[in-house]
């Protein structure tokens, strides 16, 4: 079974420049979830789909990120414009069932998308 | 809210060795699970366990143990004769249950060097 694939795996831009990352999840799983995670610190929510309903974007900065999640599949997460703070590790992960379930449920994470913004 | 926290930053040990992670959880609900990922130099989180808070039974899967106690918040985890593949960065993790609004809360993660 193919696990959770993410690309690019590495980016490079320049500040104000935009950028976005891809996400396949796990075939058949409802719930999708973006992470950041900078250097020495673990990865921290950015959002939750429960197919391609957002259910939780509290933590999304959205005066420069946005994500979407159409047909309840592939996700993409996109900033714009970048700024130096949002070089990071961007994770995707995935998990089967949706509601109380999605706390329960292991997640299955993607290598990630590792961001620098010069 | 809730908060894990890993106080070891890096441990290093020579190859062989016993050595146990610490992680200290905060939480205000009855029910939530606890998790413990590795992540190796290629980047991708790997599941390792998950406990519910109902369930204080210790666990042990070959050369690895967790130990969960409700009375001191804490969920360790001993990797017993230590090898030089178990070198990662291991993070501990809480959800909440209610549909797990907030996601995992991870904490900062422990760096274990296991050398030959």
């Known amino acids: 079974e193919a696990g959770v694939v993410q690309s690019p795996r590495y980016k490079i831009i320049e500040k104000k420049q935009p950028v976005a990352f891809w996400c396949n999840p796990i075939?058949?799983?409802?719930?999708l979830y973006w992470y950041l995670q900078n250097l020495g610190q673990g990865p921290e929510l950015l959002i939750r789909?429960?197919?391609?309903?957002?259910?939780?974007d509290s933590q999304l900065p959205k005066d420069r990120f946005s994500a979407e999640r159409l047909k309840g599949v592939d996700s993409t997460l996109k900033i714009q414009p970048a700024e130096l703070g949002d070089s990071a590790v961007y994770l995707c992960a995935s998990s089967p069932g949706q509601g109380a379930l999605s706390s329960y449920n292991e997640q299955f994470f993607g290598p990630g998308t590792r961001l620098t913004v010069l | 809210a809730q908060k894990v926290t890993q106080a070891q930053t890096e441990i290093s040990v020579v190859e062989k060795e016993d050595v146990t992670l610490d992680c200290v959880y905060e939480t205000r609900d009855t029910t939530y699970y606890l998790f413990w990922y590795k992540q190796p130099p290629s980047g991708e989180l790997v599941f390792l366990i998950r406990r519910n808070s109902f369930d204080e039974q210790n666990e042990i899967s070959g050369r690895y143990s967790w130990n969960f106690q409700k009375s001191t918040s804490s969920f360790n985890f001993t990797i017993t004769a230590s090898q030089v593949v178990d070198s990662a960065v291991y993070f501990c993790?809480?959800?909440?249950?209610?549909?797990?609004?907030?996601?995992?809360?991870f904490g900062k993660g422990t760096h274990l060097i296991i050398q030959p």
């Open positions: 789909y429960e197919n391609e309903e957002a259910v939780d």
């Open positions: 993790a809480l959800s909440e249950a209610g549909g797990g609004a907030d996601g995992l809360t």
């Open positions: 075939s058949g799983h409802n719930t």
